[in-house]
Structures are given as structure tokens and as C-alpha cells.
């Protein structure tokens, strides 16, 4: 927008701007209809608005955005050496995680299994689903198991190569899963937020960038845009950023789209369903480094479904829709953490 347009919009509410309010609303129009909207229900208002005036009624956040993690993706193909190390990474954090359930009695590596034990627990990784055959693994072999009826729904949402803890008891012919645990994520008695309002836009869509927020998140093709305090930032996509200690996961979706018939519908619903198993992207092409030690506070991601909310033990899932359901925009408030949806289909 150029300095004649912003003088004018001002103009025809009465207002005058000094030269460096001009050159602030010229460089910043997506500020100016927020501004006058607040200077509107001032009860006495200057002629001319001032720097000070700006700062007054348009604070700038105080809020630091930190990127605390990525996740590259690796095109490159990897060595058997490389992915076993991955795979066996991966399967070392889980299984330590799982060590300490009650609910996995009698916890044993599948080259003990013998003729004589008859009920115990592996904790081990999907290698192939088969109905209702699963072969599992663990550094020391591999087992055939069969899944028993109670549980075949539950076993619906196993992928490959995700590790979880199976409660078998042994026949003459069999090996069944009786129950299945997996990681999920532990219930956070301390909800993160800032001491101040921090009003924070995600959205897919650039056109509610007029909308009052501290900080703006436009989630676009490869790359996330975060709008604060007028400066523009290109963020990756995925990552973990830090504002004032509430961890926030931010994706496109584009890579859950191909768990969607088994995870869920929503974005939201997959992303909940590969947290619960504490992982990002188990398939090709494989994303480095993908066992979230540390659950972040917040989760937003794009791309397919309908938008939904989903809170799950003091976690919260965002979904912003698709252009095949509906597109919305959530604002969220850190220090409440409570969110308000914003339709973009008006």
C-alpha cells in the first residue's frame, strides 16, 4: 500500500499521521484496520497519531520464537548399516520407555520364548501385518503372532515399523496377542503458558492477516511464515519452536496424508495417533531422528481433513482443514491457552 492510500484511510476517520507513523502503517498495512478499530473505542482521540500512539494501542510482543528442533527429511538412500542403526535407535527408546509398565508382565527377548512359558510380554517392532498375523522383532529374532479377537480393532491402527509392547500367551500351535501397549503420552499435570496475553494466528491463508495477533503463523507448500512485530520469518516445515517456554509442533500435514485411512480423517486425528506411538514419520522417505522424547504443548498441522480441536492429557491437536471440507484459522491464546476458530470460507 502506498503513503496516499494509508493517508486517505485516515483521513476519512479524521485522522492525521506524522511522517513516522506513515512510513510505519505503509510498511505495515496489515496493522492499520486493527489500529483504527482500537482507536475507535478510545473515548478521547488525538488529531494526529504519533509513534507513541502506535506503541500505546499496538504493543509488539515481547515473545521470543526459538526453533528448537527440525526434522530434515533424507532423500538420499540410506546404507543397511544406517537405517539398522535408525531402526534399532529408535526401537532402544521406546523399549526404555515401556520398561517400568505394570502391564507388561513378564517382559522377556523373543529368543526366550520357549515351549514352557507360556504367558508373557515382548516388547517389540511391527515387521509385517498380515490380517490377522503380525510378525515382530527385537534385536534378538523374530516371531509369527496371531492377533486374538478382542484386540483386532486395536490392532488396526499398527503401522509398520512402529514399535509397542504385546501381552502373548503361548498354544501348542500359536503365539497370541492377548493385549497391546503402546508408549502414548503421559498426562501433563502443568499446563505451559506465558505470564502475558500472547494472541497467536495459524493459518493456512494469508487473507485474515488483518486479524489483532501478536504473532502469525501462514502455513504455505514447503515452508511455514511467521509474521511478528513486522518482520517476516521463514520457518522449516516440520519443526518444534519455543515461545516463552510453550512448545509449539508446526507441519504442513503433506507427510501423514498416507496414514490417513488408517490413523484418522483429520490432520489432527493422524498426528494424535502418531504421537500416542511417539513418532513423527516412521515411513519413506525417512525423516531423521523422529522419537519425540519430549511432547511439545501444542500441535498445529495443515493440509487434508476437516479442522478439528482434539485435547488429549493436557496436549492439544489443531487441524485447519482442507480445501475439500473447510479451511479455518485458530487463534490461541498462550497465556489461557484458549483458542477461538476462524472460518475462511465466507
Same mark, same amino acid.
Given at each position: 500500500?502506498?503513503?496516499?492510500?494509508?493517508?486517505?484511510?485516515?483521513?476519512?476517520?479524521?485522522?492525521?499521521?506524522?511522517?513516522?507513523?506513515?512510513?510505519?502503517?505503509?510498511?505495515?498495512?496489515?496493522?492499520?484496520?486493527?489500529?483504527?478499530?482500537? $482507536?475507535? @473505542?478510545?473515548?478521547?482521540? /488525538?488529531?494526529?497519531?504519533? &509513534? !507513541? #500512539? =502506535?506503541? +500505546?494501542?499496538?504493543?509488539?510482543?515481547?515473545?521470543?520464537?526459538?526453533?528448537?528442533?527440525?526434522?530434515?527429511?533424507?532423500?538420499?538412500?540410506?546404507?543397511?548399516?544406517?537405517?539398522?542403526?535408525?531402526?534399532?535407535?529408535?526401537?532402544?527408546?521406546?523399549?526404555?520407555?515401556?520398561?517400568?509398565?505394570?502391564?507388561?508382565?513378564?517382559?522377556?527377548?523373543?529368543?526366550?520364548?520357549?515351549?514352557?512359558?507360556?504367558?508373557?510380554?515382548?516388547?517389540?517392532?511391527?515387521?509385517?501385518?498380515?490380517?490377522?498375523?503380525?510378525?515382530?522383532?527385537?534385536?534378538?529374532?523374530?516371531?509369527?503372532?496371531?492377533?486374538?479377537?478382542?484386540?483386532?480393532?486395536?490392532?488396526?491402527?499398527?503401522?509398520?515399523?512402529?514399535?509397542?509392547?504385546?501381552?502373548?500367551?503361548?498354544?501348542?500351535?500359536?503365539? $497370541?496377542? @492377548?493385549?497391546?501397549?503402546? /508408549?502414548?503420552?503421559?498426562? &501433563? !499435570? #502443568? =499446563?505451559? +503458558?506465558?505470564?502475558?496475553?500472547?494472541?497467536?494466528?495459524?493459518?493456512?491463508?494469508?487473507?485474515?492477516?488483518?486479524?489483532?495477533?501478536?504473532?502469525?503463523?501462514?502455513?504455505?507448500?514447503?515452508?511455514?511464515?511467521?509474521?511478528?512485530?513486522?518482520?517476516?520469518?521463514?520457518?522449516?516445515?516440520?519443526?518444534?519452536?519455543?515461545?516463552?517456554?510453550?512448545?509449539?509442533?508446526?507441519?504442513?500435514?503433506?507427510?501423514?496424508?498416507?496414514?490417513?485411512?488408517?490413523?484418522?480423517?483429520?490432520?489432527?486425528?493422524?498426528?494424535?495417533?502418531?504421537?500416542?506411538?511417539?513418532?513423527?514419520?516412521?515411513?519413506?522417505?525417512?525423516?531423521?531422528?523422529?522419537?519425540?522424547?519430549?511432547?511439545?504443548?501444542?500441535?498445529?498441522?495443515?493440509?487434508?481433513?476437516?479442522?478439528?480441536?482434539?485435547?488429549?492429557?493436557?496436549?492439544?491437536?489443531?487441524?485447519?482443514?482442507?480445501?475439500?471440507?473447510?479451511?479455518?484459522?485458530?487463534?490461541?491464546?498462550?497465556?489461557?491457552?484458549?483458542?477461538?476458530?476462524?472460518?475462511?470460507?465466507?
Amino acid at each position: 500500500m502506498d503513503a496516499a492510500e494509508v493517508l486517505k484511510k485516515f483521513l476519512t476517520q479524521g485522522l492525521q499521521l506524522d511522517l513516522e507513523s506513515l512510513n510505519f502503517f505503509t510498511t505495515s498495512p496489515d496493522k492499520i484496520n486493527i489500529f483504527l478499530e482500537t $482507536i475507535g @473505542k478510545e473515548a478521547v482521540r /488525538p488529531s494526529t497519531i504519533t &509513534k !507513541k #500512539e =502506535i506503541q +500505546k494501542l499496538l504493543p509488539e510482543s515481547d515473545a521470543k520464537i526459538k526453533i528448537v528442533e527440525m526434522f530434515p527429511t533424507i532423500h538420499e538412500t540410506l546404507t543397511v548399516e544406517e537405517m539398522t542403526e535408525m531402526f534399532q535407535k529408535q526401537y532402544e527408546q521406546i523399549k526404555k520407555l515401556l520398561s517400568n509398565r505394570v502391564d507388561l508382565p513378564n517382559t522377556i527377548s523373543i529368543n526366550k520364548i520357549s515351549d514352557r512359558i507360556k504367558q508373557f510380554s515382548v516388547v517389540a517392532t511391527v515387521l509385517e501385518i498380515d490380517g490377522r498375523i503380525l510378525t515382530l522383532e527385537d534385536s534378538t529374532g523374530k516371531i509369527s503372532t496371531r492377533l486374538a479377537a478382542e484386540v483386532e480393532q486395536e490392532a488396526g491402527l499398527l503401522i509398520l515399523d512402529e514399535t509397542a509392547g504385546f501381552v502373548c500367551e503361548k498354544t501348542e500351535d500359536d503365539i $497370541i496377542i @492377548k493385549k497391546i501397549i503402546q /508408549p502414548d503420552i503421559t498426562f &501433563k !499435570k #502443568e =499446563i505451559k +503458558k506465558t505470564t502475558e496475553d500472547t494472541l497467536v494466528l495459524f493459518s493456512p491463508s494469508e487473507k485474515i492477516q488483518e486479524i489483532n495477533a501478536q504473532i502469525k503463523f501462514f502455513f504455505q507448500q514447503n515452508e511455514i511464515k511467521v509474521i511478528m512485530n513486522s518482520s517476516v520469518q521463514i520457518l522449516p516445515d516440520p519443526c518444534i519452536i519455543d515461545i516463552s517456554d510453550v512448545k509449539i509442533f508446526l507441519s504442513s500435514g503433506k507427510d501423514l496424508e498416507n496414514f490417513k485411512n488408517k490413523l484418522g480423517v483429520s490432520s489432527a486425528r493422524v498426528l494424535l495417533n502418531l504421537v500416542k506411538k511417539r513418532l513423527l514419520h516412521p515411513s519413506k522417505p525417512f525423516i531423521r531422528d523422529t522419537f519425540f522424547e519430549e511432547i511439545p504443548d501444542i500441535f498445529v498441522v495443515n493440509f487434508f481433513g476437516e479442522a478439528e480441536d482434539i485435547k488429549y492429557k493436557g496436549t492439544e491437536f489443531l487441524s485447519l482443514g482442507s480445501e475439500d471440507s473447510s479451511r479455518v484459522g485458530w487463534i490461541v491464546n498462550l497465556r489461557t491457552r484458549e483458542n477461538v476458530k476462524i472460518s475462511l470460507d465466507k
